[in-house]
């Protein structure tokens, strides 16, 4: 299987050490590398996978990377592609956690990641013209597309936004039935495997982290770290700009109200915790990875050894919920799709995809000098028109214009 799908592989490994930028700037990298330069999938075909994925809690980039594996190769492919596209960021990540009090502070405030959020901005640009015209080509789309849009740049930090509109595209595409009528549909038996598996290891972890948490258990630290993480994995929706938040009231807020009574109880620096959130930013692949540090300084003060299983647990409980829903849905989901009203609702979903892209432009493009009269506004223009140029009159690869916006960053101090 590895020398069958050998190019395929190397194409995510690529996609992992070079994805800036959040999930809406991975679909722009997935485009480029699965799409355009190797046909793995069909561009209709990566945006249902990411209009599917925004459906489900969890890490939207990482499930789609696992649904491309699992397009391509099954289950055993799926699971090899899910880990070559967190395992770079998750190490680098835990490595911080190792080296952070050994690092200057004031060094960590590198130039060298400056040009980073303007290439991402270019990525979403492509992205969105790339997928612009798949996804537009009627009025109600046109209106989709506009409200999603406004609706995600003004609520884009709230968890709720993403699922809601794509529901929302669905059910209004689904007002008219006359384009696409139902036919006959066979059922089909539904293998319940994934979802228990998922329930099951949810509600022992719970029960178990409870029971060590009354009981006071002198090494329960793992446990907790376990569930905690396994827990926020399966319920975050909105990606990274939620979860950090969510891990920094649980490791690094509630544990000074906690300290009091529970002396066990894990807890991270809130000035370390901040320094991870800054890091995960200029880190390529899957912002969950911030969960590989946080399992770290969880359990740093217990021992190296324990240390290293602390960045392992908060990499498997944080994206292992990912990984069990979107297998457990997506064969689900592939059967609905012959529903009519399941198709239909693809065209306004695709829409709100699109929308979705747009408004993420948008909203990075804030923290970007653009409009003053300063030689950084210049280039941070040139970077954006580079980018989008080069992805879409070109064939150069993600990875040199990734180096080549280090190196930018790196001369231009």
Not at 30 to 46: A, S
Not at 288 to 296: K, R, Y
Request: aromatic content about 14%; glycine content about 8%; hydrophobic content about 50%.
């Amino acid at each position: 299987m590895l020398l069958r799908h050998r190019h395929f592989l190397r194409a995510v490994f690529l996609n992992s050490i070079t994805a800036f930028g959040g999930p809406q700037a991975h679909i722009a990298m997935m485009i480029k590398t699965f799409v355009r330069q190797r046909p793995y999938i069909t561009e209709e075909e990566l945006m249902e996978y990411t209009a599917f994925c925004q459906l489900l809690p969890g890490a939207s980039s990482t499930q789609t990377i696992t649904l491309i594996g699992y397009k391509r190769g099954g289950i055993p492919l799926a699971v090899l592609s899910l880990i070559i596209w967190i395992l770079p960021a998750s190490i680098l990540m835990g490595a911080l956690s190792f080296v952070l009090h050994y690092i200057d502070k004031n060094a960590l405030h590198t130039d060298i990641f400056k040009f980073i959020i303007p290439m991402a901005v270019g990525y979403l640009v492509y992205a969105s013209v790339a997928t612009f015209s798949v996804a537009i080509k009627n009025t109600i789309t046109w209106l989709i597309m506009i409200f999603s849009t406004l609706a995600t740049y003004f609520f884009f930090r709230q968890p709720w936004i993403f699922p809601a509109l794509i529901v929302l595209g669905g059910i209004t595409t689904n007002l008219s039935r006359k384009r696409i009528p139902q036919t006959e549909v066979k059922p089909r038996k539904i293998r319940w495997w994934n979802f228990w598996l998922f329930g099951i290891i949810f509600i022992f972890a719970g029960v178990l982290s409870e029971k060590a948490r009354k009981e006071d258990w002198p090494e329960r630290k793992p446990i907790n770290l376990f569930e905690n993480t396994y827990r926020m994995g399966s319920l975050i929706f909105g990606g990274g700009q939620v979860l950090m938040p969510m891990m920094y009231e649980q490791f690094s807020v509630r544990p000074l109200e906690m300290k009091r009574k529970d002396s066990n109880v894990i807890q991270i620096n809130k000035e370390d915790m901040y320094t991870g959130m800054g890091i995960i930013r200029a880190m390529p692949g899957p912002v969950f990875s911030i969960a590989s540090f946080a399992g770290g300084m969880a359990l740093k003060e217990m021992g190296t050894e324990m240390h290293i299983i602390g960045c392992l647990i908060g990499t498997i409980a944080i994206f292992l919920p990912s990984a069990l829903l979107v297998l457990f849905f997506f064969p689900i989901w592939s059967h609905l799709k012959k529903y009519a009203a399941v198709y239909r609702s693809l065209e306004g979903i695709n829409a709100v995809v699109v929308g979705i892209m747009i408004a993420a432009t948008f909203y990075m493009m804030k923290d970007i000098s653009l409009m003053e009269a300063k030689t950084i506004s210049f280039l941070n223009l040139g970077v954006i028109l580079g980018t989008f140029t080069l992805l879409k009159y070109t064939r150069i690869p993600s990875p040199i214009i990734v180096v080549v916006c280090l190196m930018l960053g790196y001369f231009f101090t």
